[in-house]
């Protein structure tokens, strides 16, 4: 929560400006993604994991354009067409299509819906784009509600622990079913 906060603030100070706000920027990301997967841990294999991982740092390489001048990927829009729901439904037809390609393209979709719940909450506002290609709107969210959820989904993933180490110990006591 602490690399949250600094986040939030050195997002106030000096805005996008990557060489300062990417490092706290993609490791927020992978902490969103990582809270998300702890919470709903038995629903996500471990290729699920790494591409969700993956994908929700990998998805910031669509500014690169921008960065260099061109609008060719952003249009009208305040951050590139693939920060939409346009590239989750894309990543889950894959996943629908190729059996074999199911853990990495729903994973990775899963990193790229966490990517664009972390990118709503920026403190700039800009919100992102979610309906493209049919609308350019910005869509935000407050960050006191992307907190209350990143604390909610940690309080999921400890309560998870919680009880999976309890019923650890408890095997470990009883010994064996069956060894009495």
């Keep these: 929560m602490v690399l949250f906060a600094v986040d939030q ?12 706000q990417a490092p706290l920027d993609w490791t ?19 290729r699920m994991i790494l591409a969700a ?18 609008e060719i990927i952003t249009g009208a829009g305040n951050r590139p067409y693939t920060h939409s729901l346009a590239t989750v439904a894309v990543l889950l037809a894959l996943a629908a299509a ?6 990495w393209a729903s994973g990775a979709a899963l990193g790229v819906l966490s990517h664009l719940w972390r990118d709503m909450a920026e403190p700039q506002g800009v919100g992102v784009s979610l309906l493209w ?9 407050s960050a006191g509600l992307y907190f209350g959820s990143i604390a909610v989904l940690g ?26």
Aim: charged share 15%; hydrophobic share 50%.
């Design 133 to 141: 290609p049919f609308s350019d709107r910005g869509v935000t969210t």
């Design 9 to 20: 603030f050195v997002y106030q100070q000096v805005g996008s400006f990557v060489p300062f």
């Design 53 to 70: 991982l993956v994908a929700s740092v990998v998805i910031d390489a669509d500014h690169i354009p921008g960065y260099l001048g061109s």
């Design 98 to 103: 190729r059996p074999s390609w199911r853990g």
């Design 155 to 180: 309080a999921i993933a400890l309560i998870r622990a919680y009880f999976a180490d309890a019923c650890a110990r408890s095997a470990v006591v009883s010994g064996p079913v069956g060894s009495g």
């Design 28 to 46: 927020d990301h992978l902490l969103t993604t990582l809270f998300i997967v702890w919470a709903v841990r038995p629903l996500v294999g471990r």
